[in-house]
């Protein structure tokens, strides 16, 4: 086992950072080691922008979510002109918890213990008898909550512990642009379902990132995303990305039974994109429907999987049986994936072998996630420490995923 001080040393990384045709997968210990899991919670978790849910959650004042992003636990509201807030859950009296789950607030966040109040921007408005003796030099105002970054793209809502992490627009790089054509911002949820998983969190994104799979693990699915319509689709931005082009019904057209969404263009109304964004959100994103899965991590090989179905705003009225098809479809893959993935970290956990090889065609997004982990676990800080990838060209073909499928990929072969 590598002692936990040597994951901050690039000579731990050997493997991920050779050329992809080069590349290993990463050490066992990085999905198995409580050591390692301590450390990716402090240097990825508490420095990266992580997914703590959807816009829709949260869309109105009065309604506060508490979600754990690391070790730390942290609140978000709306004030009352819209603004997203997010906090530390902590009081500043004497650091008592605030909430311990979704709720609605009525305009004042108070702690359980001594009734300290915090306006929704975070100001603290109450003491309640604290002023009876009096403090010199006390000042309400030098006792706000301790702000968090929190931002939204589209539907994703995403919070970031550290100052120093460059912001979310440019986390994301080019991906908005990229999925503008879908008008994200107005989609809704529809259901919601969560999951706890047998394994590491890096390996439920592993595969969804790579297709080398698909025929084997997802009958079914490779009748409608054919392993010849798989193109690479990732610009500049901290995410892996693949699309199905075109997604067929064939024999089994379940995910296509819904109204697609009013206005999309051409390649976005026949494609299927499979989206990773760094360190946390897998989503697939069809013409009629949106699948996200947050995946927080619980333990080495413990992973909660928060499953949301979004639905565009042109697709006013869906029921619970209406959206079977659809429902059945993505949880029968996704049963598939868990028992893959399962099996992976039992074979990680009691063989301990060293990685191989990865696939230069099916696995470059592998390649591209394992060097961001080795980014956020080498860098003194994101700020100077974090290569966001170029990905594809920037051609019209590349950003719609259109063109070629290159084996190995083109920007591997110029390096």
Same mark, same amino acid.
């Given at each position: 086992m590598m002692d936990m001080a040597d994951w901050t040393d690039e000579t731990a990384w050997a493997g991920t950072r050779a050329p992809l045709r080069e590349s290993t997968g990463l050490n066992p210990s990085a999905y198995v080691d409580e050591r390692f899991f301590a450390l990716e919670q402090e240097l990825v978790?508490?420095?990266?922008?992580?997914?703590?849910?959807?816009?829709?959650?949260?869309?109105? @004042?009065?309604?506060m979510l508490v979600r754990s992003v690391g070790t730390k636990s942290i609140l978000i509201t709306r004030d009352t002109d819209g603004e997203l807030r997010g906090f530390l859950n902590t009081c500043r009296h004497r650091g008592t918890e605030l909430a311990d789950s979704d709720c609605d607030i009525a305009g004042t966040i108070r702690c359980p213990y001594h009734r300290w109040g915090y306006g929704i921007d975070g100001t603290l408005v109450a003491t309640p008898f604290f002023d009876e003796v009096p403090r010199q030099n006390f000042d309400k105002a030098d006792y706000s909550l301790h702000s968090v970054r929190v931002d939204t793209w589209g539907p994703l809502?995403?919070?970031?512990? =550290?100052?120093?992490?460059?912001?979310?627009?440019?986390?994301?790089?080019?991906? @908005?642009e990229r999925m503008s054509g879908y008008g994200f911002d107005d989609w809704?949820?529809?259901?919601?379902?969560?999951?706890?998983?047998?394994?590491?969190?890096?390996?439920?994104?592993?595969?969804?990132?790579?297709?080398?799979?698909?025929?084997?693990?997802?009958?079914?699915?490779?009748?409608?995303?054919?392993?010849? =319509?798989h193109y690479r689709y990732q610009g500049s931005g901290m995410y892996c990305g693949q699309t199905t082009t075109p997604v067929s019904g064939d024999d089994r057209d379940d995910w296509l039974v819904l109204p697609a969404a009013d206005g999309l263009n051409?390649?976005?109304a026949e494609s299927g994109r499979h989206i990773a964004i760094y360190p946390n959100v897998i989503f697939?994103?069809?013409?009629?429907?949106?699948?996200?899965?947050?995946?927080?991590?619980?333990?080495?090989?413990?992973?909660?999987?928060?499953?949301?179905?979004?639905?565009p705003p042109s697709t006013t009225s869906v029921s619970h049986e209406e959206m079977t098809p659809t429902?059945?479809?993505?949880?029968?893959?996704?049963?598939?994936?868990?028992?893959?993935?399962?099996?992976?970290?039992?074979?990680?956990t009691r063989g301990r072998i060293a990685a191989g090889p990865l696939a230069p065609r099916f696995?470059?997004?592998?390649?591209?996630?394992?060097?961001?982990?080795?980014?956020?676990?080498?860098?003194?800080?994101?700020?100077?420490?974090?290569?966001?990838?170029?990905?594809?060209?920037?051609?019209?073909?590349s950003r719609l995923g259109t063109g070629l499928n290159p084996a190995p990929p083109t920007i591997e072969i110029s390096s």
């Open positions: 978790f508490e420095r990266a922008w992580v997914i703590v849910g959807t816009a829709p959650e949260v869309a109105e @004042p009065g309604r809502l995403f919070a970031c512990l =550290d100052a120093e992490t460059p912001s979310l627009t440019e986390w994301l790089g080019d991906l @908005p809704r949820i529809q259901e919601e379902a969560t999951l706890e998983i047998g394994a590491n969190w890096k390996l439920i994104s592993e595969n969804f990132q790579e297709y080398y799979h698909l025929t084997w693990v997802h009958p079914e699915l490779a009748k409608v995303s054919r392993v010849n =319509d051409a390649s976005d697939s994103v069809l013409p009629n429907h949106v699948f996200v899965m947050r995946l927080d991590p619980i333990a080495p090989g413990v992973t909660r999987e928060t499953c949301t179905f979004l639905l429902r059945d479809f993505w949880f029968d893959i996704n049963n598939e994936d868990i028992d893959i993935c399962e099996r992976g970290q039992r074979g990680l696995e470059e997004p592998l390649h591209r996630f394992h060097n961001m982990l080795a980014d956020c676990m080498t860098a003194e800080s994101l700020a100077t420490g974090l290569t966001i990838p170029p990905g594809d060209d920037g051609s019209e073909e």
